[in-house]
């Protein structure tokens, strides 16, 4: 190989890890752990330090199978906190097996059966006057609406939740980080 070949073939491969670097920048981390768009919601989240509640609601509702499939999945991924928002012994209570039904319904509140990223989410917001009706898998309806840069979700108890991480990019869809955990009308 001659040096001009040599040079080449080195710009070349400096140019793919450079991509490919760059290509991770775009999707950001989450809860320190970075969030692989060739790996699936549930591959990924199992690494984020902020959402091990939900990773184990997710494990104790039988979804982690369904949350790995094909999609595409739309997944509004409340944080550690905010199910720490919830009252004392919520969560205790909702991982017991018998009351898997409540917690099925509760995450699939959370779980729109097609992929939107933010902002296709604020143009239908815009093109609805202000706020979108989001429906979930669940069977709840969500109403979307956005302030300055920031998407706010109000679900059907009243409770209102920021999107703090949008687009973090899966193989099977798209996560975007909440602060509230949104509950359907019981």
């Not at 790996?39 to 091990?52: G, L, M, Q």
């Not at 991480?165 to 602060?179: E, M, T, Y």
């Amino acid at each position: 190989m001659n040096a001009s070949n040599m040079v080449k073939a080195a710009m070349a491969t400096a140019f793919l890890a450079l991509s490919s670097g760059m290509a991770l920048a775009e999707n950001p981390m989450v809860g320190g752990a970075e969030m692989f768009p060739e790996k699936n919601i549930v591959e990924n989240a199992v690494n984020s330090k902020d959402h091990t509640t939900l990773v184990a609601a997710v494990t104790a509702a039988g979804l982690a199978e369904t949350l790995s499939g094909a999609g595409p999945f739309t997944v509004f991924a409340p944080t550690n906190d905010a199910f720490a928002k919830l009252p004392a012994g919520t969560v205790e209570t909702l991982l017991k097996p018998e009351n898997k039904d409540t917690l099925v319904k509760i995450l699939t509140c959370h779980v729109v059966g097609k992929e939107v990223m933010s902002d296709a989410l604020k143009g239908m917001i815009a093109d609805d006057k202000g706020t979108h009706p989001v429906p979930t898998l669940g069977g709840c309806t969500l109403q979307a609406t956005y302030e300055g840069d920031m998407i706010k979700l109000t679900d059907e108890m009243g409770n209102v939740a920021t999107v703090t991480q949008a687009d973090v990019k899966q193989s099977n869809g798209v996560i975007h980080v909440i602060d509230t955990v949104m509950l359907p009308k019981m």
